[in-house]
């Protein structure tokens, strides 16, 4: 691309000079401009990603974090900052290997991650003959002669022709949830899932998964990534295989742990706005987009307002929830505070999409609040923000949901999370400084309209 | 995130019930499902990158990309293709370096890329103390005593505040373009730009110049990464520093070239409706982005018309043009062609702003016909398609506009492009599958829409 761009300029100085015209737009603009420039949630990422990183509730690395989500919300400015206590389970990895052979042939080794929550082994080695279906209704009609003693294959594959690839993501999410509880009743030794991922590699993907409170057998659960699973399929299809599972997870009780909440008081009453992430993330990877990304920008958009000395009506509170991934205990605890003390939470969002360029919000509201959020549409235009037709909330701020608080989440594009999520692959170098700092952006405009009008 | 993106699935459902009842929305879901699941595009792009690589124009890689878009092109189910003769510039790099050093300090290289189009030094070294300025309007008040025999660095900052990057492309577009022209008609020895980067690294960016028509002095250009720029303008603020550069770009005349063309027949007439991107990259990275993806991306089209069955009623061809980086020769002798052949060209796009995830389409056009695309707008919505406000359009296809020929282009989410535009950067890694299927298959639906009503 060469010049061509420069065609746009007339039609952005159009945009501006409608701007100053209107003191949202001014303030919209403010709130960009400081982001994009001063912002320091990239640099805040780095740090988080690199100095602190992997950060699952109840471990080292989780409480590390939570003195790290401290020092930042000071260093931003919040007029006060604490610790809330939550109790979080502890599950802790291990040692684990997955191993397969066509009949007489020779043990090859998979990539392969335990799912979250999941019992292992023991450390013994399960040997077992694998039985391959697609589905849950395949699943369903295997005789108990391919069940029972077996090791089975569940490959169900993402669907690529979601245009969200959350809706591909929910599709297949029964698998990792409860595999292991269908197949575990039925006498199974151990489940192997493909891994709700994107991606055309191999890279194994981990996430919760629940044993039903009825299931006595708490089997083992594994995900490979999607290439071991197409050819394992393809395998299955011609000869038998076996597989050999060696795991040590397993579920510790719990532990006192801690939410971490900074905030800014209002100016005219003691309702609260909360703009959110969760500081918790798997024991894979770095926890880049999940959600480091919510955490940092939660923080910048708490910055951006006391450098800009916006004011606030309402008191904007930041909350970097614990253990979202495997309990949603920070979230829950969160709630119960909120009703115990008879606060007035008048807004909640949470950021844990992704830090990809935001295109919008999902709103729980009622239909009144809806289209008054929906009213600003053309305030967003300039920024690429453009959906406000999603209903969804994100799921530390959902507690909120039964006291009426009003909900959204932003929504970033959703192209790349999916290939990453849960992954060792979310990492730092795989978020953008630019769609990172547009996410706050958009996150601090909202915010700034609903201390405003609410 | 965990579980609260399945509360989309009813809306979602409730989209395809409405779609069920409306033809275009299903086509729009067939054009969608087939590029997203048999969608030969990415792989088409590992081996266009991977194996052709970079592919200046008049460089044997180019030539080695002309066949590989004939192969390509037949490989998708063209009905015709053919090779259209093209005059392009040679210009080629050879070797180059740029030291600096601090008053009697030690020489010190940094990283460069001279300036694409521009003249070397002969392989001589070009010696001389840095002069440097910021803006033109800095440069005009510089006494000719800081000018005359002097190497002069603008350090013109990318504008970080433009949410669409283009505009800060386009604002930083002449220091790239002309302060060759402007220092050498002043005397100077060579200039030093810092590249047009959106990034905080390293990286330098090559792109086009141009010397003045009187310009007698082609004084060697070059660029810098961001990170060099500003070490180099800290430490001038505080003392003398000197650089050496030697280079052995220049230009080499002309050469026959072709742009490369195929095409599937018109059911009812023997308009075209061109979808297009350009084949040749600059001589860095893969040029992976710029245009890798565009020329992909077009095949794909007609590819998933054929497959599909589409019945166009119109002649649907792609145009791989040469020659955008450094002539623009391959889209004027296009339109040259067209003029002499009287060919009715009824729609020309171009995706030429990456194969990041598509926003909406940039439209030059009458006002009846913007509106009538802009009609279509609820078509484009279940796929997050939603900006159809732009004014401009792919460089290539720009020479049909005295014609009047309705132009277009595919508008990108633009935050991640000029942190690889024009560099070593710009590689196929940095591609998202995902995100390059959808922008053809936006560009597909709004081809199928003109196709049936223009």
């Keep these: 691309m060469k010049y061509s761009l420069l065609k746009i300029l007339p039609l952005f100085l159009g945009g501006i000079l409608f701007s100053q015209q209107n003191s949202d737009s001014l303030q919209f603009k403010k709130i960009s401009d400081e982001i994009l420039v001063n912002g320091k949630a990239y640099e805040n990422l780095r740090d988080l990603t690199q100095n602190v990183g992997q950060r699952l509730s109840g471990s080292a690395g989780y409480e590390k974090a939570t003195d790290w ?16 206590e ?28 335990s799912l979250g929550n999941s019992e292992g082994t023991k450390g013994k080695d399960v040997e077992a003959e694998i039985a391959f279906v697609r589905t849950k209704e395949d699943f369903d009609k295997l005789p108990d002669s391919q069940v029972k003693g077996k090791i089975i294959f569940f490959n169900y594959a993402f669907n690529q022709t979601f245009v969200n690839t959350g809706q591909a993501y929910g599709d297949a999410g029964k698998y990792r949830r ?4 269908w197949a575990g009743k039925r006498g199974a ?14 890279v194994p993907h981990t996430g919760a998964m629940r044993y039903d409170e009825d299931d006595t ?42 939410n ?95 830090g990809f360029t935001p ?38 701020i959902s507690p909120l949901e039964p006291a009426g608080v009003p909900l ?28 990172l700092l547009l996410g706050a952006v958009a996150m601090g405009q909202l915010m700034y309209m609903i201390d405003k009008n609410w």
Aim: proline share 2%.
């Design 260 to 354: 971490v909440i900074g905030e800014i008081t209002g100016n005219k009453d003691k309702s609260v706005l909360v703009v959110s992430g969760h500081l918790d993330s798997w024991d894979v990877g770095e926890g880049a987009h999940d959600d480091g990304t919510g955490i940092v920008q939660s923080i910048e958009i708490l910055r951006a307002f006391k450098k800009l000395g916006l004011k606030n009506n309402h008191t904007i509170r930041v909350v970097c929830f614990a253990n979202e991934e495997n309990g949603l205990k920070g979230g829950t605890t969160y709630a119960e505070n909120a009703k115990k003390n008879n606060e007035k939470q008048i807004f909640a969002i949470e950021s844990d999409g992704g």
């Design 86 to 113: 939550v109790m979080v389970p502890v599950w802790v990895r291990g040692a684990e290997s997955l191993q397969i052979k066509e009949g007489n042939g020779k043990w090859k080794t998979l990539k392969m991650l």
């Design 69 to 84: 989500a401290v020092q930042k919300l000071k260093e931003a400015g919040a007029d006060k900052v604490w610790k809330e």
């Design 408 to 435: 959204a989440e932003l929504f970033v594009d959703p192209q790349r999370y999916f290939d990453i999520h849960h992954s060792n692959e979310d990492t730092f170098d795989k978020v953008n400084r630019r769609e």
């Design 178 to 181: 409860s595999a292991a509880s």
């Design 217 to 258: 057998a708490k089997i083992a659960a594994v995900a490979i990534g999607p290439k071991s699973a197409d050819e394992l399929e393809k395998t299955l299809k011609t000869q038998k295989v076996f597989a050999k599972l060696n795991s040590n997870c397993t579920m510790k009780g719990e532990k006192l742990s801690h």
């Design 359 to 396: 295109r919008g919000f999902g709103l729980v509201m009622t239909p009144e609040k809806r289209a008054q959020v929906q009213s600003w549409r053309n305030l967003f235009a300039p920024y690429n923000v453009h959906n406000f037709e999603l209903q969804y909330a994100g799921a530390d």
């Design 189 to 202: 030794k151990a489940v192997i899932i493909r891994s709700l991922s994107s991606a055309f590699d191999d």
